[in-house]
């Protein structure tokens, strides 16, 4: 189901995006001697860009906000939706940090055992348990097998 | 005679213990990721890309094609069963295999969709055999003009068949050229949108990019929907289909896999479309219309049929153009572009051995495909009780090793992290995101043949309306362009229509 507010605002991004790519676009080279230069084309995307946005962008603010639904369970299980994805993305972050610092084995196990909690998967034998063999079955693939290089951590 | 020495040396070829091996790994990997609820098989094929690094180009092309026909059949499983396509194809599945299964005839509904899919892949093959090498003279004919024509025509389409609004679907594309222009120039090492950053200077790393899209964003989809137990499931019951239902579906299969591989040559076109023109053919043309919707074996035997056949249809654009017709086919191109092969005019007369190998990997992975899936039908259906709060996990830290395994670079991880917010809330709001890989993937070709059109012509933009083809081929771009603008409003002005007459 499609969110009007939402929608708005994802076209006024790409609105703000393309007219900041116009701008950039129009500060490059436009010829190469006797050739176009580099920014012939990002230009002529990016103008398209905005008129198209533009268009979106005024069509979206002609819609009607929708009806508010009273009081319901949504809102606070949407706030813990957001919650969730939010404590997803941060925790991956954290782990983008992390692994090259502490190496894989420390950061996949932890990454997937937050994951797990975040999921709902709260017992805890059951989260240490899938964390420690994931990490362990994905090292036998990825690193042993396949020869994939991930960052095996200070100490190796 | 070249085609059956071509497909001898094929056959010669993948009957190798090391391509069979690649063959039979990507079918299953396939099935595994189309029976698992929530991860599409361009989320799938694009986390295996890394993995695919060590592999050479046929292993690589042979396992990646595996996995998407695989991922076809096995998202009906889940229809079938659980009422959740298992990949977006799949849907129509769900609407009479269900209820099929909910009748107890599971069993009958899972092989008629292994048997339609074999027969469409396999008769669809032969399609794929004997027209990919008749392009070939035609794609070479083409210059600059006529290459950045076809591009455009291709991303119109494909922007008139991602579904929606239009004006979503070119912003979704328009956003993946600009995404592409990032980094260097090509010609000039002029700076392109990088903000003074090294890392951004050598471009957007696809498989972040697409990962983040697709598997990030996947996931913080599944954390909206709150559904994070097993699958219920129904039994599967006799397996094979008795005299009446086999000969119910003789038809829907022959026909769906006909319309499948005309569907699949589009851009834009493949599994979900060629589902639905199946299944509205099907509904058109049967003698039990009341049936549909209520387990008709027809519902399922057609799209079934279809969505397989529309999956080797998809190969022709690809391996004579270059053109890859879905997001899951720009993943595929990603693949063999980093393995050194570009897919284009001269990639089947430069690599026969490749081409042909990959025709006789498909007869093989189909066989693959039937084997794996009615003996083991159980198996599969038993993969579904796996909970989602275990596998959704697993997701994330497969998308982290495959992101950072590609160029152990923890700015590729942060380009993944970001593109799955924005592919999120493309998703939340109702874009497209297949136009935007398709652009991605696209855009350094489209803007090099642009360029060099422009370079032959001494800058004149006349050049773009000489000679037939490459007029032709833009002006369709822009009528179908139209169409998408237009469609919506003759939809609009129809109910308008109805409600004040039903006033």
Sequence with gaps: ?156 | MEIFSGLADGFATILQPQYLWAAFLGVFLGTLIGVLPGIGPVAGITLLIPFTFALDGISTLVMLSGIYYGAQYGGSTTSILVNIPGESASVITAIDGHEMARQGRAGPALAVAAIGSFVAGTVAIVFLMLLAPALVPVALSFGPAEDFALMVLGLSLASLLSGGSILKALLSLLLGVLLAVVGLDPISAQPRFTFGTTELAAGIQIVALIVGLFGLAEVLGALETGRMGPQVQSRVGRLLPNREEARRSVGPIGRGTVLGFIIGLLPGGGGIISSLVSYAVEKGVSKNKDEFGKGAIEGVAGPESANNSATTGAFVPLLTLGLPSNAVMAVILTALIVQGLQPGPRFITDNPQLFWTFIASMYVGNVVLLILNLPLVGVWASVLRIPSRILFPIVVMLIFVGVYSVNQSVFDLLVMVVAGVVGYLMRRSDFPVAPLVLAFVLTPRLEQSFRQSLLISAGDTGIFFQGAITPALLITAVAVIGVGFLLPLISARRARTTLEDLA
């Design chain 1, 1 to 156: 189901m499609m969110n009007i507010t939402l929608d708005k605002a994802v076209a006024a991004l790409f609105l703000a995006l393309a007219l900041y790519g116009v701008y950039a676009a129009s500060q490059m080279p436009m010829t190469l001697g006797s050739q176009i230069g580099p920014g012939v084309f990002p230009l002529g995307v990016t103008i398209a860009f905005a008129v198209v946005a533009a268009v979106h962008l005024a069509l979206a603010l002609r819609q009607p906000e929708p009806m508010s639904a009273g009081s319901s369970d949504e809102p606070p299980q949407q706030d813990a939706s957001l919650r969730r994805q939010v404590a997803v993305l941060v925790t991956l972050l954290i782990a983008v940090v992390a692994v090259t610092r502490v190496g894989y084995a420390v950061t996949m196990t932890t990454l997937v055992a937050v994951s797990l909690y975040l999921f709902e998967e709260r017992r805890p034998l059951v989260v240490a348990a899938v964390a420690v063999s994931v990490t362990a079955v994905s090292y036998l693939l990825f690193v042993v097998t396949l020869g994939v290089r991930m960052p095996l951590g200070p100490t190796l």
